[in-house]
């Protein structure tokens, strides 16, 4: 009897032993599973390309526009931004298969950038944020949650920001944001001719209200 006791006592605490460490590992487990999502996400492998392109007055977190972006708006012309970070190969593959020549721009994809940009009749002013290089502001990389309107988390995404009246009539910045390869099957002539589409937009809202905008 004592030896069949002992036995169960012995089995009692082996699996007392592997629930625990069941337990245990599997808070590691939840964290591990976490960070390989959100990695996932960045590189925007999983994003939706039928997500809504509409233009907004209303910020994604509420906060106000950067002062970099209105202040550009006052005195330049409309914006594109693109953000970006280390950890996206769709990051690299935008810069290089439709913003580096499509807008005929040279700059390295690891230091944030800006100019204006003055090709295929468009005018605006380009700014690259690149959120892991350290001299980035902070200014500019707060600003990817005020346009992340879908409440993504992911990258690339591009703002393209101009002008127009609100309906209390008031000219206020209107932006729109897009996520990813926001085309299907890599379709660069589609996404050139979203940007086209977008960006003359833009310069026709900003040429017509620019006048009336806040100086």
């Known amino acids: 009897m004592k030896k069949i006791i002992m036995v169960q006592m012995i089995v009692f605490l082996v ?10 590992f599997s808070d590691i487990y939840e964290d591990v599973q976490s960070k390989i999502v959100e990695t996932i996400c960045l590189s925007c492998a999983k994003l939706d390309t ?6 907004t007055f209303i910020t994604a977190n509420g906060q106000p526009h950067p002062d970099f972006v209105v202040d550009t708006l006052k005195t330049e012309g409309p914006i594109l931004i693109q953000y970006g970070e280390k950890a996206c190969a769709a990051c690299e593959d935008m810069i290089n298969n439709i913003i580096k020549p499509y807008f005929n721009l040279q700059f390295d994809k690891t230091i944030s950038f800006e100019t204006d940009v003055n090709v295929h009749n468009l005018s605006f002013k380009y700014i ?3 959120i892991d290089d350290p001299s980035t502001p902070q200014e500019r990389i707060d600003a990817y949650d005020v346009y992340d309107t879908q409440h993504i988390k992911g990258f690339p995404m591009f703002t393209i920001i101009t002008i127009e009246y609100d309906h209390s009539g008031q000219i206020k910045p209107f932006f729109v944001s897009l996520y990813g390869k926001f085309e299907p099957n890599n379709n660069y002539e589609n996404m050139k001719q979203t940007f086209t589409e977008l960006i003359v937009f833009s310069m026709e809202m900003w040429d017509r209200n620019i006048p009336g905008y806040e100086k």
């Open 15 to 24: 699996i007392s032993s592997s629930l625990g460490g069941m337990l245990f």
């Open 128 to 130: 690259y944020i690149y």
């Open 50 to 55: 039928n997500l809504p392109v509409e233009f």
